[in-house]
């Protein structure tokens, strides 16, 4: 499909697109200068940016992806049809897995050979649940292979030996005669997979095993020693990151491990989860008070990359090392009703603002941040879907990762945004957040969030080097900052085409509602 037509309709397995109806007349008018620089711009938005994470947490796995083959929930290999269609929308680039916490408690053998023999463990983080281990590294590697994704795998530093991890990359990857390939062998696959990221631990200043920075330091490096190339696979190491605002972290790994003539990781990957509201923890019922507060906390997460890449910066003047921000998103109280450890939480119109201004954040910094990973893709945290047996629905999140795929791989294009601030009580914010892109096709796109819950914003910009000639866009909003999408009513919260943009002399002017998503595309 044409780039101009998909921008025009979106084709999202069953939602079929309407135009939204519900806006209320927003009273008051706001106006933003915006200036594309189409002239300057060297990095690339690695589409990484808009990766996933997916851990044994709740119904996450089980329930999410895996159904078991015997199910009468439609499946390929256990794995769910309607799951990878969806995300295959969004065309996820990498998945990490298989955790999080869970990831140094796991011991990979557990989950290899026929499922009745597996072993089952305590997922002590999660709900204390019963792990079968029937989803492993077969069937990780097998949905990977069904989504047509990168895997990014998470070893076991906290509680694994150095031998268990070096022996896991060589039964993933290793063509030869050995021990652990010809185990793969024996288990049903002959062929070595490739296997491109492989995180060196998981939080280990915390659940990953309480380090301090200079001891995980010190693991790091001997650990990493024996994650092998094997042939002609090429492993991208990542050191677990800072959390929040860790700089002690960020100063003592980049200083220990990235230092020297060659740094012995390729990415760190920090940590930040925006919470929820100030008064209200709910995922759906809170009011503006919890709006501002949590938009708030999303956008800190600039502040938060500016000041952990000041430090890599000085350890990594070349920037050698990437931001692979393997954690990130809204942290709501659980679904009334639901099991506490397994973190199943609804997602609204606010969480679609959350991922958009983040997504914006991490374009403009792509020089630095090559990948980032939302928690967690399906039924936990800030998920992209919710399912409930076998119905499944798509959330306001995951709409915003469809329509900012334009900017996957796309040149970033410089911007500069004078624009009107949104007050709630103390607190003062600015409106609006941008990010612009130039895809191959020399098509621009540019996201745009007007976080103002009532006001709309009235954007006059300027395209530097570049004559527009034709607009078209999307948008994303729904009458109430609580809307959602739920299982009786899937469609509340989807996007529409957006019309109220036009094309200027030497730009475009669009006028954005309050509270909304909008993805404009610029042609020549
Ligand atoms: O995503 C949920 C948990 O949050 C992860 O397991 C952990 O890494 C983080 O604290």
Redo the contacts with the bound molecule.
Sequence with gaps: MAASTRMAVLVIGLAALVAVSTHPATAEEKAAQLTIKADQGRETINRNIYGH?S?H?GRCIYGGYWVEPNSPIPNTRGIRNDVVQALRAIKIPVLRWP????ADEYHWRDGIGPHQKRPTMVNT??GGVTENNHFGTHEFMDLCEQLGCEPYICGNLGSGTVEEMADWIEYITFDGKSPMADLRRQNGREQPWKLKYFGVG??NW???GNMTPQFYADQYRRYQTYVRNFGENRISKIACGPSGPNYDWTEVVMREIAGGRRPMMWGLAP?Y?CGSGRKSRSATEFTEVDWSWQLRNALRIEELLNRHIEIMDKYDSNKRVAIAFD?WGAWHAVEPGTNPGF?YQQNSLRDAMVAGLTLNIFNNHCDRVKMANI??TVN??QAMILTDGPKMLLTPTYYVYHLYTVHHDARLLPTELSGPEYAFEADKLPAMNVSASQDSNGKIHVSLCNIDPHASVSVKAQVQGFTPNKIAGQILTAGEITAHNTFENANVVQPAPFSDAKVTEGGFEAKLPAKSVVVLEIEK
Excluded: D, P, S
Aim: glycine share 18%; net charge negative; charged share 15%.
């Design positions: 994470f851990e947490l955790g999080g916490c869970f983080h999660w998981n939080e915390g659940c990953g940590h989860y954690e973190l928690a967690q936990v945290l």
